[in-house]
RNA sequence: GGCUGAGUAGCAAAAUGGUUAUGCAGCGGUUUGCAAAACCGCCUAUUCCGGUUCAAUUCCGGACUCAGCCUCCA
């Protein structure tokens, strides 16, 4: 039985989807004005892996997981670079989604954009303004009334009282309550916009995932997920505007992952501490970045360093190592491995714990690998399995060794003929020279491992 | 100030009222021409103070420390 830690009541629970065959999921993905950092690939990462677990469990899943592709961050960055912000927004999507690649994540189900749906949130709108939970005001803006929707707070845990005395509302002379927010922004000199009953402008953020959730996945639905720092306001506010729009429940499980940290503190734009995911992968794979990220369990914070990708290099490597030469086996059907990863994974996705099945394993493999080699190559697929719901373990072991032939200074050609004359030396006996031959090798980062019948080699 | 969450060995990270997490790193051994990998074995742990209990890292209370949200944010 699959349990969810759901942030709406702090606890874990059965997951019991509305439809006993199907999960309709929405996760809040980009704003699209910068290269994705490796705080968005957490998020990415950690629900594409909760898509896959899901899909494991027999359900059919329908994955919404929306693009901003409208609000002030991408009208001003298009101002700054004089280009229209249709443009600017293209191109960090194919960026996003040649990270996304990278990273070995799946396509959600629908990739729904904000500017595609500017009926559906301006028919919201208006559903709102009609039920007197949202009013226009003078300077053309709409405003959502918070104070009238009586479960505001229930998600974050927050009173209306605590909200008012904190330190950092803005007061705004448009509102009729500081702490409503805007439903639909007036146009301003030099901005895009679009026609509605209140004027020209552009909408809100938090409309467009309300629109876009309910319009793809129904008024009611199972999962919706996001980042920690999404949980409040913006979680909060789409609940708001959602059920006081349709009347009826929102969504019933609410996933928040942690964030990456930097020296102790979040990943962020604004602290200007991040690394982008394509700087990162000049010098780790995207396998290595996604089991990084999977090494702590989705809600606990994880801490960005060098030693962690080189730990997950190294962690990989070893269990590449254990699948290489052992590739057409059938995996064995309800194993007590497969069955302590599944168990750990019904576990609010506890992936340290399915990684440590993996490597259980793989000293499986390691061991049987001579002696029972038909045992082998069962354990060998089965850890190929449960990698595919991780994500890993995907590629040949021989191609995630030796790489692409380009990658480096010396062909693969080139290292077989000297590994080729590297074994005729050490047929002669001739040991230096067979040292030499390695070193050379070793220098290009090339390295070899003398097996029984053959020498293999790989780039480090 | 309000609300959340967290503090486990060199690093990372699970779990558990009493019994091996796991990975990386390190140490010893087997193996190897020497390596590498693998295998066998070892090593280091539960922030602090109380309480409950036969027994607590695990439950309860308190302290301290840290992070996050309350402003755009994954």
Redesign the pocket.
Known sequence: MLQVYN?LT??KENFVPINPEQVRMYV????VY?YC????A??MIVFDTIYRHLKSLGYDVNYVRNI?DI???IIERANQNSEPFEVLTQRFIDAMHDDEKSLGLLAPSLEPRATDHMPNIIEMIQTLVAKDYAYAAENGDVYYRVAKFKGYGKL????LE??R??????IDQYKQD??D?VLWKAVKPDEPYWDSPWGKGRPG??IECSAMSTHHLGNHFDIHG?????????HENEIAQSEACTGEHFANYWL??????VD????????NN?FTIRDVLKDYKGEEIRY?IL?????????Y?T??L???H??L??LY??L?GLEDGEALENSPAEMQFIA?MN??F????A??V???L??????Q?DSQPEQALQTAALLKKLGSQLGLLQTEPELWFKGIDTESDMSDDQINDLIAQ?NLA?QE?D??K??DI?NQLSELNI?????AQE?TWRRK
């Open positions: 942030s702090n606890q809040c993905g980009m704003t910068d950092h490796l705080g968005h957490r998020v901003t609000d002030d961050k974050s845990g927050r009173l605590d909200l005395a904190g330190e950092r509302i803005a500081p702490l927010f953020w938090h996001g980042g920690h720092d999404l949980q409040f306001p913006h928040h992952n942690g964030f990456i940290r102790k503190e979040k990943m962020s734009k604004s602290l991040f990084y090494t702590s369990q989705y809600r606990s914070p994880l801490q360093s030693a962690q080189d730990s997950a190294s962690s490597e070893r190592t254990a290489r750990a576990d609010d506890n992936t340290p714990k990684l440590a993996l490597f259980e793989a000293h499986d493999c390691n061991r690998r590297r050490k006996k040991w230096a067979a040292d390695r390295a070899l491992k003398d097996g020498t």
